[in-house]
């Protein structure tokens, strides 16, 4: 048997165990739903798996389930692992429903809620290291020295096998599919899916998503070897690895039809997207396979599933996202203009914009440039554009007639 007969073998062991889990309400059987908006967006018909809406948080419950079950089974008491905050909470709550204790390692500049939310499943938290990487290093040290089992990340079976759970529920739920679109941080995710995918229907295509500033299975795959890069410079941090794992590229090569890379700003614009078409919020690494299709990187017309990896995001981070996102789309701008310096005149410019339906964000005046005469005032508006076509030509014009000449600017 090959490895990936060997992992095809586990998944479907997983799989029985991860249904039992989902009859307790332990672990969730995620929906598949259609969107429409990113359908038309693309020209496919894209299907959206919402692991975002997985206990936890991400997709990362299920191969800590099936992993840690079986530890439990062997007598462990004590688990170690590193994670850049999903594979965190994942082990801390299943750690948590064995009565183990757990360990955990993770970036010191991790999102605050992912910390806070694995300690409240009862896990002890380290915050050491930069990046993943560094986390890692340190909890396999603190694994030797506690005499404590470690729990991989991506780069176990089990934990892959958990993953691949994901791809036998997209068959069951969708019979004609074309291609399945995957995030990559370690590759964990992806080789369990593909697995599954591959020897159940090879004509689906298998699509990898890495970010631009993470690309180690991209580069991986390209040269034919494991490539690590020196650091990782992502918004979406759950996929911020520097080297994939020796098992999830063995199986890589064999089941992934190819990998594309996208930038932080496709991520933000899927963010957006995915919100507003759905209403469940996705982190940047759950994002990053709409992106692949949103962005073009990705373009296949016919039945697409993108797997929505996870939600678990800081809210300040998602209010930058989202006002980056409405900026880029020219929902949200920045207006600027020259008016008399008097009173009234700031409330006429306001009012009018009000009775075009503008709501005003930010105002900013500029009284101390020389090249402004002494009895003007430049001000900038940054304004929520209505979504009528013209909305912002039509307001610029309006002011114009009132003798206030006003310009977009560049934020």
Known sequence: MTMVDDVYKLTQDALELIKSAQRQRIIYRTPLVKSDTISGATGGQVFLKL????????FKARGAYNAITRMSREGVKHVVTASAGNHAQGVAYVASLYGMKATI?????????????TRKYGADVILHGESYAEAEAKAMELA???????VHAYNDPYIVAGQGTIGWEILEDLDEIDA????????????????????KKPSVKVIGVQSEGAPSAYLSLKEGKIMGVA??????????????????????????????????????????????ATKVIAEGAGAAAVAALLSGKVNIK?????????????MPMLTKIIYKALAKSNRIVKIRGLIPDRPGTL?????????????????????????????????????????????????LTELGKLGYKFWTEHF
Not at 187 to 197: E, H, N, P, Q, R
Not at 347 to 363: A, P
């Open 51 to 58: 692991e975002a809406l997985q206990k936890t948080g991400s």
């Open 144 to 150: 030797k020295e506690l005499k404590a089992t470690y």
């Open 231 to 276: 650091s990782v410079d992502t918004i979406a941090e759950g996929i911020a690895v520097k080297r994939i794992g020796d098992l999830t590229f063995n199986l890589m090569r064999e089941v992934v039809d190819d990998v594309v890379l996208v930038s932080d700003n496709d991520i933000v614009n899927a963010i957006l997207v995915i919100g507003e």
């Open 302 to 314: 016919g039945n697409v599933v993108a797997v929505v990896s996870g939600g678990n995001i800081d």
């Open 347 to 395: 409330s006429i410019v306001t009012g009018k914009m009000g009775e075009l339906g503008i709501n005003i964000i930010d105002v900013f005046h500029e009284r101390f440039n020389p090249e402004i005469k002494p009895n003007y005032v430049e001000v900038s508006f940054v304004i929520e554009v209505p979504p009528e076509a013209k909305a912002l030509d039509n307001a």
């Open 180 to 199: 399945v679109v995957v995030p990559i941080g370690g590759g964990g995710l992806i080789s369990g899916i593909a697995t599954v995918i591959k020897k």
């Open 105 to 117: 390692v993770m970036p010191v500049m991790t999102p605050w809620i992912k910390i806070s939310r």
